[in-house]
């Protein structure tokens, strides 16, 4: 009865590396969420994906990020070349896209540190 | 304008008392729901408490409850008989159905430490 999976949970890049992310939904959940949470801050909604299909995209920045979320495998979140300012926890979260279901469930979160 | 308040940055609470973390949220939407979430200092995400705009009754989970005063546009959350391990930080979240679809709107959080 795993739950979400998020891996790594820590990752360092250096300025200008390229940093990829990846969520493991809950089994059954069809529906993906990525936030970002910088230090001393609450979560900020980045994506919401479905398979093959990015449903909102209104909190990714527009360069540099972007998400998937393909037929097989896990979800993907990519940042290009980054810098200092994407240093934060990442947090994928999962839910089985009913209708009206209003519960999402979170993974651990990977902690994203840019030197 | 904040979508989601904490106003209260640090609080503390001798162990087995109650404390009351705030949040106030502001929407125009009619259907909405409200959460509250632990993050330790581990860094996960815990779901703590669910509060739907329609439901006609406090939201109670074991020693949490949920403090829901529509008309204030308040929900608050309360601890009774706090525990060490409760000291975390505490975020109140809101999902407005026709707003803003799925995604979680979250506040700035509220550092609870619980003191032996």
């Known amino acids: 009865n795993a739950g979400v999976m998020q891996n790594p949970r820590h990752l360092v890049r250096r300025r200008g590396q390229e940093a990829r992310l990846r969520c493991s939904p809950m089994?059954?959940?069809?529906?993906v969420y990525w936030y970002r949470q910088l230090p001393e801050e609450g979560l900020k909604f980045m994506v919401y994906?479905?398979?093959?299909?990015?449903?909102?995209e209104s909190g990714m920045p527009k360069e540099r990020f972007s998400a998937e979320f393909p037929k097989e495998g896990p979800s993907i979140l990519r940042i290009q070349q980054v810098v200092r300012g994407d240093s934060a926890a990442y947090f994928c979260a999962s839910s089985p896209g009913l209708l009206n279901y209003e519960w999402q469930y979170f993974g651990p979160g990977t902690r994203l540190t840019v030197t | 304008a904040q979508k989601i308040t904490q106003t209260q940055p640090g609080m503390f609470v001798q162990e087995k008392e109650a404390v009351t973390l705030d949040c106030t949220y502001d929407t125009s939407d009619p259907s909405y729901g409200l959460f509250w979430y632990k993050q330790p200092s581990s860094g996960e995400m815990i779901f703590l408490i669910y509060?739907?705009?329609?439901?006609?009754q406090n939201a109670t989970e074991g020693r949490y409850s949920l403090n829901f005063q529509k008309a204030r546009k308040s929900a608050n959350l309360v601890i009774s008989a706090s525990q060490l391990g409760d000291s975390a930080m505490y975020f109140c979240?809101?999902?407005?159905?026709?707003?803003?679809?799925?995604?979680?709107?979250f506040g700035e959080g509220t550092q609870l430490t619980v003191n032996p």
């Open positions: 979240a809101m999902r407005e159905a026709e707003t803003s679809g799925s995604r979680l709107t």
């Open positions: 994906l479905q398979k093959e299909n990015i449903i909102d």
């Open positions: 089994k059954g959940h069809s529906h």
């Open positions: 509060q739907g705009s329609y439901d006609q």
